[in-house]
C-alpha cells in the first residue's frame, strides 16, 4: 500500500480503537476463559451477521456526504428521537465502563494502592483536555500508533501460547443457560461492537473529509481494515483466554484492578516477564484510545441530534456534551466502581437489546431514495443485511423471555 493511502486511513481505525477496549481485552478473554473454545460460535456469528449494519455507516456517508443522524431525521422525526433518548440513557453507562477498565490497568503501572475514583477522574480530564485543545487529526494519527502496538504484542503473544500449549484442543460449542446468558448478551451485544457505533463512524467519515478528500473505494477500504481487524483480534483474545486460563483454577474477578492484573499476568504468563512493561503499555494505551473515542464520539453524537431536533438553540453544542458526559461519568464512579464486571454487562446488554433497531434503519438508509443508486448495497449484501436483522431480533427476544 502506497505511504498517501495509508494516509487516507483514519475512520475504520476509530472504529477499531472503540471497538477492541472492552469487548476484546474484556469480554473475548473472559470468553475463553471460561468457555474455551465454547463460544467461539457467538463471536464468528456476531461479527460476520453486524458486518453489513456497520458498513452501512460508512456506506451512506461516503455516498450522501450525510452522517446516519441526518438520514434517521429524514426517514423520520421519531426515529432521531429514540436515538436521542436510547443514548441518554446509554453514553453515561458506557463511558464508566471503558474509563474504569483504562483506570484498572493504570494501577499495574502505578500501584495497586493508587486510588481508583482518582484515577478515573484525571483519565476523564486527560480525555476531556485532548479534545477541547485538540483536533481530530491528532485523534487519527494517535489511534494508528496505539492500534499497531496492541496487534503486534497481541500476535506475539498469542503464538508464543500456542507454542507452549500442550493439551489437545476441544472446539465444542456452548449454549450457556441462565446466569450466563447475560454474558452471551454481553458478548454478542459488543463485538465486535455496538451497532450505534456505525453512527460514530459516519460522523468521523465527514470530519475526516474536511481535511482529506476520500473516494467511495478508499472509505470502504478504510472501513474493511479496521472491521477485519477487530474480527482477527476478537478470535486472538478469545484463543488467550482459552489457550492460559481456561480449565484453570483462576476465573477473571469482577473487581477491575484485580481483573488488570489477571489480564496483565495472561499475557506474561506466556511471553516472560521482560515483556511486561511493553504488555502494560499496550493494553492501557488500547483502553485509553477506547475512552478517549467514546469520549469524542457521544458528544459528537449528541450534539448533531441535538441540532437536528431543537434547531432554535445553540447551547447544545459539542462542548456542551462533552462537559456534560465528563462530569456525569465521574459523578457515578464511586456507585459502581467495585462492580466493573456488572458495569460492563449493564452497558453492553443494553447495546444488545438496542441493536435490532439500529440495524433496522441502517438497512433502511441504504436502500432508500436518499442513497445513490450506484452507490446501493448488492442484492446479495442486503439479503443477508435480513438475515442479520432475524438472528439479532429473535436472539432479543429470546434473552427478554429468558430473563423476565
Not at 9 to 25: E, K
Not at 360 to 381: A, C, D, E, F
Request: proline letters at 3%.
Amino acid at each position: 500500500m502506497k505511504i498517501q493511502n495509508l494516509k487516507k486511513l483514519g475512520p475504520g481505525l476509530l472504529f477499531a480503537g472503540a471497538a477492541i477496549g472492552v469487548s476484546h481485552l474484556v469480554q473475548s478473554t473472559r470468553a475463553g476463559a471460561d468457555f474455551g473454545f465454547g463460544l467461539l460460535w457467538a463471536l464468528l456469528i456476531s461479527i460476520i451477521l453486524k458486518y453489513p449494519f456497520f458498513q452501512y455507516g460508512s456506506r451512506f456517508a461516503l455516498a450522501t456526504k450525510m452522517s446516519l443522524l441526518d438520514g434517521y431525521y429524514k426517514l423520520g422525526k421519531i426515529y432521531l428521537l429514540i436515538f436521542f433518548i436510547i443514548s441518554i440513557g446509554t453514553i453515561f453507562t458506557i463511558q464508566t465502563a471503558v474509563t474504569i477498565v483504562t483506570a484498572s490497568l493504570a494501577t499495574t503501572i502505578l500501584g495497586d494502592s493508587q486510588n481508583l475514583v482518582i484515577l478515573s477522574t484525571l483519565i476523564i480530564l486527560l480525555c476531556f483536555l485532548i479534545l477541547l485543545f485538540g483536533n481530530y487529526k491528532l485523534l487519527d494519527n494517535l489511534i494508528k500508533i496505539i492500534i499497531l502496538a496492541l496487534t503486534v504484542s497481541t500476535l506475539i503473544a498469542l503464538l508464543v501460547a500456542l507454542i507452549k500449549n500442550s493439551n489437545s484442543f476441544n472446539f465444542s460449542q456452548v449454549f450457556p443457560y441462565k446466569t450466563s446468558i447475560i454474558f452471551l448478551a454481553a458478548l454478542i451485544g459488543w463485538m465486535p461492537a455496538p451497532l450505534d457505533i456505525s453512527v460514530w463512524q459516519s460522523l468521523w467519515i465527514i470530519e475526516k473529509r474536511k481535511s482529506n478528500t476520500i473516494s467511495f473505494d478508499e472509505g470502504i477500504f478504510d472501513f474493511n481494515v479496521g472491521y477485519f481487524g477487530t474480527f482477527i483480534l476478537g478470535i486472538c483474545f478469545l484463543s488467550l483466554g482459552a489457550l492460559v486460563m481456561f480449565g484453570s483454577s483462576v476465573g477473571f474477578s469482577d473487581v477491575g484492578s484485580i481483573f488488570a492484573g489477571q489480564f496483565i499476568e495472561l499475557y506474561t504468563s506466556t511471553l516472560g516477564e521482560s515483556v511486561y512493561p511493553i504488555i502494560v503499555i499496550a493494553a492501557f494505551t488500547t483502553m485509553f484510545s477506547t475512552t478517549l473515542t467514546t469520549l469524542d464520539a457521544s458528544p459528537r453524537s449528541m450534539y448533531k441530534s441535538s441540532q437536528l431536533l431543537f434547531p432554535k438553540t445553540n447551547l447544545l453544542d459539542y462542548k456542551f456534551w462533552l462537559i456534560v458526559l465528563s462530569i456525569g461519568t465521574i459523578c457515578i464512579f464511586s456507585f459502581l466502581l467495585d462492580e466493573m464486571g456488572t458495569l460492563v454487562q449493564i452497558a453492553t446488554v443494553l447495546s444488545f437489546i438496542t441493536a435490532p433497531f439500529y440495524a433496522y434503519l441502517n438497512l433502511k438508509l441504504v436502500t432508500s431514495n436518499l442513497m445513490p443508486s450506484k452507490h446501493k448495497p448488492s442484492k446479495i449484501l442486503i439479503s443477508f443485511s435480513y438475515v442479520g436483522l432475524a438472528f439479532l431480533t429473535l436472539f432479543a427476544l429470546v434473552f427478554v423471555k429468558i430473563i423476565i
